[in-house]
C-alpha cells in the first residue's frame, strides 16, 4: 500500500511541474504585455512597472524566479488589482468554494448513493428504470440551464428561497449547493448502479445468502463495500468537475468564491492571476485525484494485495 | 485458386453485412434509441437547410417590437432586440452542431492513430505512449481551455482544435485495447505473413475490426464536447457574437428569464434534446453492437 501511495506520489511530481511550466509560458505567449492597454503610460513608469513584476529579466530568469516564489507559496502579484496578490484572493475565495463543493458533493452522494443501490436491486423494473431515468436528465441538463431554470421556478415564482448571494439571507445556500450537486449525482447513480450490478452477482454474495443473512445486511455489509469502487474512483475527476462546475454556479448565483475570481481574471486578463490561479487549482485537482485512486486501492482487496496487503 | 479467394470472400462479405444488419436490429429495438436517431436527423438537417428555410434573415431585427412571447408570426417569440427566437436557435444549432461534429473528428482522428500505433507497437513505446497518456489525463483541461481562450483570444477554429486536443485521450486508450486483443489473433498474423507492412494492417485489418467500440464511443463524445462548447460560451469565453451558439443564446436568456422565459427555456430544450437524443442513441450503440462497457 505504502509503495502504491510511494508511486503515485511520485507520477504527481512531474504532471505538477508540468502544469506550472505549460501554464507559464502560454501566459507569457499572450500577444500585448499587461501595461500596454493603458495608453499614456510615461516609459519611466512603465519600466519601472515592469520591474516591478520582473518583466524586464529574460524569460528563462522569469520563470525560475517564479518557481522559486512558488516553493515559498507564493503565487504572485494580481495586474489588475495593485497592491492585491494571488494569494490573498484564493485565500478569500477558497473557503466560499470548498464550502459549495462540500454541500454540492453531499447532494450528489445522497441523490446519487441512493438511487443507484436502488436502482440496482430490481434491474429492469420501474424501481430501475424511474431514477435511471432522472439521472440521464441530470446529465443532460448542464448547469448554466438547470440553476437558472430553479431559480425561475423556486426563486421568482414560488419565492421560496433567495435567488442569489452566498450566506447572506438564510437559504441562499441551497439552489447553488444543488444545481453544482445535481449533475454529479446522476453519474455517481449511474456508476454506483453498475457496481452494485457487478457485485451483486459474485460468489461471495451468494454465500453470504446462503448463511441466512437479510438482504439488508448483503447490500450493506457485504456488496456496497465493492460496489462503491467506481463510485469512490469517480471522485477524484468529480472534485475537478467540481471545481470547474463552480465557475458557473458561482458565476450565475454570485457566491464570490474561486470560480468567480478565475472567471473574472480571464475576463479583465489579468495574467498574474490566471498564473496563479491556474498553478493553484491544478495541483489541488492532481492531489485529489492521487486521494481517490489510493482511496479506490484501499477499498479494492485485490489491488491492495497486488502492492503488498496492508 | 480463384474458387477459393470467391468462396471465402462470400464468406467474409455475408458475415460483414450480418454482423452489421444484426445491430441494426438490436438498435430498431430499442425505442429510446431511435427516438435520439430520429431527433438528430431531424435537427442535422434543419441545420444544413438554415439558410433557406429559417423563418426570418440572422440579421434581421425589429427593435420596435422587442421581446415578444411565442405567436404565429414568431413561433418562439422573440429577443429584445426583436429577433425571431427561432431563426436564433436554427442558425445556433448550427455552430453548437459543427463544434460537437468537427471537434469530435478531430479527437477521432487524433485518439485512433495514436491508440492504433501504441497497440500494435508494443513493449517500450506502447509503455511510453501510454505514461503519457495517464500524465494527460491528470491535467484539468477545462481550466487550460479557458487558458487558451484568453491567451489567444476566442476564435471558432481555436476553440474546435482546442476541445478536440483534450477528448482525444479515452478514444486512444479504447483503440488501443483493441488493437492489443485484434493483432493476437489470426488474421493478423497471416496479413504479416503475407508481408504487409504495420501501416497497411492497421488500416486494413485492425480499424474495421475495431469500429464498434469506436463507433459507440464516438456517439458519446459528440454530446460532452457540446457541453464543453456550450458551458465556455455560457461564461462568455467560447463563441462570440456575432455570431451564436445554444451556449450562448441559453447565457443571454438566463440574464433576461425573470421577464421573458422563453429565451431562456427554447433554447434550453433545443440544447437537452440534443444531448439526450446523443446519450440514448450511443448507449443503444453500445448495446447493439455489443461493446463490453469499456467507457473509462
Redesign the interface.
Known sequence: MWRFIGIRLL??V??IL??IT??FF??R???GGPFDSEKAVMPEVKAALEAQYRLDLPLPQQYLAYLGDLTKGDLGPSFKYPGRDVNELISAGLPVTAELGIYALLVALFLGGISGVVASLKPNTAQDYIPMSLA??G????A??F???L??VFG?YLEWLPVAGWGDIPGDKILPSITLGTAYAAYIARLGR?GMLEVMSQDYIRTARAKGLPEWQVVTRHALRGGMIPVVAFLGPAF??L??GS??VE??FQVPGLGRF??QA??N?DYTM?LGS?VF??TL??LF?LLSDILAAWMNPRLRAQFGGR | MSNDTTISDIATAEHGTSLWKDAWIRLKKNRLALFGLAVLTLFIIVALLTPWIAPYGYETQDLDLGATPPSAAHWLGTDIFGRDLLTLIMYGGRISLAVGFVATTVALLIGVTYGAIAGYAGGKIDAAMMRLV??LY???F???I????????RNLLLLFLAIGAVEWLTMARIMRSQVQSLRQQEFVEAAVSLGLGPATIIRRHIIPNALGPIIVYTTLTI?SVM?LE??LS????GVQPPQTSW?LL??Y??ET??EF?WL??FP?LA??LT??SL??LGDGLRDALDVR?SKD
Open positions: 507520477q504527481a512531474p504532471v508540468a502544469v505549460v501554464t502560454l501566459v505567449m499572450a500577444p440521464m436528465i446529465i443532460c441538463m448542464p448554466f440551464l440553476g437558472p431554470l431559480v425561475l421568482i453498475a475537478a468537475g471545481l470547474t465557475f458557473v458565476t450565475i478565475f472567471v480571464a475576463f486578463r490566471i491556474t487549482l491544478s485537482i492532481v485525484n | 495517464d500524465i491528470a491535467l484539468p477545462m481550466i487550460f479557458v487558458l487558451l481562450m484568453v491567451v489567444f483570444g454530446p457541453l456550450a458551458f455560457f461564461l462568455g469565453l451556449g441559453i447565457s436568456g438566463a428569464m425573470e422565459p431562456l427555456i434550453g440544447l437537452s444531448l439526450f446519450n440514448f462497457s
